[in-house]
């Protein structure tokens, strides 16, 4: 790493978590979980990526290194979207709403939680660690990234009611189980 990307720093600067500190230096342009952030994604008509994990998860650490210290991987992320890092422990209340909404999509869950939503917070797909390429059948970050950021360019209209629908089921459920 050359001494101007150390010195590079993004909005997780002044937050307490040791976890968000980990992740100071990406090229990722990460916000922490705030209303600044969801608002810079409205203005700036980008849906938002959010990325939940915590300090000593394994696959956290392995998908920061393999995805969010890359700089393909920050461009793309920079360019197409408001990227939001939350420690778990941290923000449970945040993280137990989108394990919900992972489990429910993909029928299972863990971290880093991966979430893509629009910027009012509706999610439209979930996953959990992704490698930066796709293998053994699993979807890469980069293509998942390029796809989805085509359809909220080019299909807004789909995107938008899979995040209304996911959204309902999701509250329905909570009312269920209440």
Known sequence: MEANEKNRLNHLADEKSPYLLQHVHNPVDWHPWNEKAFKK??????????SIGYATCHWCHVMAHESFEDE???DILNRDYVSIKVDR????????IYMSVCQALTGRGGWPLTIIMTPDGKP???ATYLPKTGRM??????DVLAQLAALWKNDRARILKAGDSITNAIEAKNENAS
């Open 41 to 50: 994604a409205a203005e700036e008509d980008k849906p938002v990526f959010l």
């Open 89 to 96: 422990e941290e923000r449970p209340d945040v993280d137990k």
């Open 72 to 74: 393909e991987v920050a």
């Open 124 to 126: 439209f797909f979930a």
């Open 137 to 142: 059948g699993m979807s890469g970050l980069v």
